[in-house]
């Protein structure tokens, strides 16, 4: 099944603002990984994960209005789609002599070629 879900939150719904202010952006819920593996995730994309629903359960308020909670455990990210953060991007070492051998091999393959 393919479904798309927007998880946004008006939360200034219904309420009374004794304050006149901008209507408050939406708010979306949260995933917080902490583990031994950096993630390297871009700063913004697409992903898809294996999950599992650990728990549901749906309440009515007085105004009728329903209510959704849920509890997912997420087992794992399958795929991810977004452009690279060039400045939160970390390099190592290696990246950075990967990068200058990759430019003396063509500066060498270049003067083969003149020859």
Not at 7 to 19: R, T
Request: glycine share 6%; hydrophobic share 20%; charged share 35%.
């Amino acid at each position: 099944m393919d479904k798309s879900i927007s998880l946004a939150q008006d939360y200034g719904k219904g309420e009374i603002n004794m304050v006149s202010s901008p209507s408050p952006k939406p708010s979306y819920p949260s995933f917080h990984y902490s583990g031994s593996e950096d993630l390297d995730l871009p700063t913004e994309g697409t992903m898809t994960v294996k999950y599992r629903v650990r728990s549901e359960t749906c309440s009515t308020d007085s105004d009728g209005q329903e209510h959704y909670e849920c509890s997912i455990e997420v087992q794992s990210i399958e795929k991810v789609k977004g452009e690279s953060d060039l400045y939160t991007k970390k390099k190592d070492a290696g990246d950075y002599l990967d990068e200058l051998m990759a430019e003396k091999q063509k500066e060498e393959e270049s003067e083969e070629g003149e020859e």
